[in-house]
């Protein structure tokens, strides 16, 4: 037991905060559409197409139908859509060198070309596609600039991977000051055992974490 200022603290109400700020804590800001820009992680044919190559996430191709109807949803509302592709940009140079040092940085499969989102899934032509060298999307890329342009303050993180470029971008969305919405279930990574605790972590101190349709709802009520 730790006393402070008077207050005792035992080890058992520590942990019980902790666990029900991991298992249901919810961020207070509100969730407007005006205000809100919908981030598009990584949902490209290395990721999403079936069997196209070993980073295949099987869990990405089951959720991008209801991925697919969020966007359309953020289009009907005039929620700019944001897309992101992990690619081999500025010949490499521009990666962190470590990463191809570690088990997830294998190069060794090339895909034929540039990176490019899944067709089933495109953006348009008037939205942002934008090419990033990390797992990141902030990292060396405008997206910063874009959000403030388009005068955005708060971020709905979609995509994939969960753990990797999504969770990576919801910190450094925090980390710039904006308000991060995760989505739940609009989201997923290549061992779907890791999907909650992620969100646990990014639920207690990052992020405001709803599935597709608390997001789809909140977009269109007044007050967020």
């Not at 991008?64 to 081999?88: Q, S």
């Not at 470029?165 to 061992?191: I, L, M, P, S």
């Not at 972590?201 to 967020?224: M, N, Q, S, Y």
Request: aromatic letters at 8%; charged letters at 30%.
């Amino acid at each position: 037991m730790h006393t402070d200022n008077g207050v005792a603290y035992t080890e058992e109400w520590v942990t019980q905060r902790a666990r029900e700020g991991y298992e249901r804590g919810r961020a207070s800001f509100p969730l407007r559409a005006e205000r809100a820009a919908l981030l598009v992680i990584d949902m490209q044919d290395e990721f999403v197409r079936p069997g196209f190559s070993p980073y295949w996430v099987p869990a990405a191709t089951r959720m991008a139908p209801r991925l697919r109807r969020l966007v359309d949803r953020c289009r009907a509302v005039g929620v700019p859509v944001i897309w992101t592709v992990f690619d081999d940009t500025h010949l490499g140079l521009d990666r962190p060198h470590a990463l191809r040092h570690l088990p997830h940085g294998d190069t060794d499969w090339r895909r034929p070309g540039p990176a490019r989102v899944w067709p089933e899934l495109g953006p348009r032509e008037d939205e942002v596609l934008i090419r990033k060298p990390s797992y990141g999307a902030f990292y060396d890329t405008p997206l910063d600039t874009v959000l403030r342009n388009l005068r955005r303050d708060t971020v709905i993180v979609t995509g994939t991977l969960t753990n990797y470029c999504c969770g990576t971008t919801a910190r450094q969305a925090y980390e710039r000051g904006y308000h991060v919405v995760f989505g739940a279930d609009t989201t997923a990574t290549d061992d779907e055992s890791r999907q909650e605790p992620e969100l646990a972590v990014l639920r207690k101190g990052f992020a405001l974490v709803l599935d597709a349709e608390e997001i789809a709802a909140r977009l269109t009520d007044p007050a967020g």
